[in-house]
């Protein structure tokens, strides 16, 4: 075989490795940052690619031919991109509930009017909410889910080799699913804040009633804050508990959907 033959063999399924990799690079936890430029995203992107392609080809893609075609590869193209979006969004998903409760908690403290913008994430929100992110996304390094990511990726190839994804209403039915499930964790976050401090506002208007002299005001916000801050510091071991959970859901939810695919 010569050497043009080998390249209009190989370079197609290496150019849908590479786009599967780099869909994970749009939405994936650390990899999606806007913090790091595109060039290196996709510098990433294709040498794990070109890296890992002859271990793929060798076991997962005998018998599988693409012609080097442009019409031919484009929609297959952002067929593979749509695998790594959803395992990096799948992946994401935990972060961003835990960030929204966090944000819930922050309103109900007070804190709604100390939000910032933070360029890690290309966003605004108060001070609660970016250190639950920062927290989870902190566990997220510990735990190796940055590697777990990428392997999650390679491993799907298993079951969906290049060329072969075939989408239908299962996709809806995935989307739906993890999005329910980050904003359950998100009111799972803030419920026992939320409770607290209904318990609290009822509490201070039985006051003001009792003891009219007294200035609700000046002394309700700064319980509430108080109170916020230390239910916040008393249920960081179950946050964290509760987002662990919520990835391992998560990325079992959605190796189970690639699963379907290959079927």
Request: cysteine-free; overall charge negative.
């Amino acid at each position: 075989m010569s050497q043009l033959e080998l390249i209009e063999t190989h370079l197609p399924l290496m150019l849908l490795v590479v786009f599967r990799l780099g869909g994970l690079m749009v939405y994936g936890p650390i990899f999606g940052s806007p913090v790091i430029p595109v060039r290196i995203k996709i510098l990433l992107s294709f040498f794990i690619g070109i890296t890992i392609y002859p271990l793929l080809s060798t076991q997962h893609f005998t018998g599988v031919e693409l012609t080097l075609d442009v019409w031919t590869l484009a929609p297959l193209i952002l067929l593979e991109m749509f695998i790594g979006l959803a395992i990096g969004f799948a992946a994401s998903l935990p972060l961003v509930g835990v960030q929204t409760g966090g944000l819930v908690m922050g309103q109900q403290m007070g804190l709604g009017f100390a939000q910032f913008y933070n360029p890690a994430v290309d966003d605004e929100a108060d001070v609660v909410g970016q250190m639950l992110f920062f927290m989870g996304l902190a566990g997220f390094l510990l735990i190796g889910g940055h590697e777990a990511m990428v392997l999650g990726v390679l491993h799907s190839f298993e079951h969906v080799p290049p060329g072969s994804v075939l989408l239908d209403t299962s996709v809806i039915t995935l989307l739906t699913g993890l999005l329910m499930a980050a904003y359950e964790l998100a009111l799972r976050v803030a419920a026992p804040l939320l409770a607290l401090i209904f318990l609290q506002s009822i509490a201070m208007g039985f006051i003001s009633k009792t003891v009219p002299q007294l200035n609700i005001l000046s002394l309700g916000f700064p319980l509430r804050i108080l109170v916020g801050f230390l239910i916040v510091a008393l249920g960081l071991v179950i946050i964290n508990e509760l987002m662990m959970d919520a990835m391992d859901f998560m990325v079992i939810w959605t190796f189970n959907w690639i699963e379907s695919l290959g079927e």
